[in-house]
T-cell receptor, first 114, second 112 residues
Framework: GAVVSQHPSWVICKSGTSVKIECRSL??????MFWYRQFPKQSLMLMAT?????????EQGVEKDKFLINHASLTLSTLTVTSAHPEDSSFYIC??????????FGSGTRLTVV | AQSVAQPEDQVNVAEGNPLTVKCTYS??????LFWYVQYPNRGLQFLLK??????LVKGSYGFEAEFNKSQTSFHLKKPSALVSDSALYFC??????????FGAGTRLFVKA
């Protein structure tokens, strides 16, 4: 079946540093990928829609300069949390458009900023 | 291992009929259960969630879901389907921590 590999699964970083999260479709090409954020017991919040070869579309309230999204190829999208702060600690998950079959989720990344 | 199962890849219903999209889960601890809907080229949209309390949860667009602890199920229901309900539906489980597990999704087709 279609697999989306998300890496790392867990990362701890110091406040002020940047962290890159990768989302890779292993056996299909994904023109569109979505990035979500979740806090415990809360629903996922869509952060941005990433389209290969173009700028990401950010949801209202999401800082595009803080959450940099790059979708340079049909199999890879990256989310970089720049100058991370403790309030950025969260669970980040991507999903890839596996048209026409649906969407496949990555396994998620738990970010802890200390 | 923790998992979420949506046993049906596709559900077909006629407009005006009741619909059910099934979800069962296997997790340790108390589950926090969610339903999301996704339309083509759009991100997930939150429908409803169960955290605690009343087993019948009401959500957006007339959807509801019933938490059944003994059967470890959280089926999504709607009394009268609309053509506009046609979409992809995902069940998800969070155990209170930072990780969410998704079902594979069920495609709902509502025929006029």
């Amino acid at each position: 079946g279609a697999v989306v590999s998300q890496h790392p699964s867990w990362v701890i970083c110091k406040s002020g540093t940047s962290v890159k999260i990768e989302c890779r479709s292993l056996d299909f090409q994904a023109t569109t990928m979505f990035w979500y954020r979740q806090f415990p017991k809360q629903s996922l919040m869509l952060m941005a829609t990433s389209n290969e070869g173009s700028k990401a579309t950010y949801e209202q309230g999401v800082e595009k300069d803080k959450f940099l999204i790059n979708h340079a190829s049909l199999t890879l999208s990256t989310l970089t949390v720049t100058s991370a702060h403790p309030e950025d600690s969260s669970f980040y998950i991507c999903s890839a458009d596996r048209a026409p079959y649906g969407y496949t989720f990555g396994s998620g990344t738990r970010l802890t900023v200390v | 291992a923790q998992s979420v199962a949506q046993p049906e890849d596709q559900v077909n219903v006629a407009e005006g009929n009741p619909l059910t999209v099934k979800c069962t889960y296997s997790v340790s601890g108390n589950p926090y259960l969610f339903w999301y809907v996704q339309y083509p080229n759009r991100g997930l949209q939150f429908l409803l969630k169960y955290i605690t309390g009343d087993n019948l949860v009401k959500g957006s667009y007339g959807f509801e879901a019933e938490f059944n602890k003994s059967q470890t199920s959280f089926h999504l229901k709607k009394p009268s389907a609309l053509v506009s309900d046609s979409a992809l539906y995902f069940c998800a489980v969070n155990t209170g921590g930072f990780k969410t597990i998704f079902g594979a999704g069920t495609r709902l087709f509502v025929k006029a």
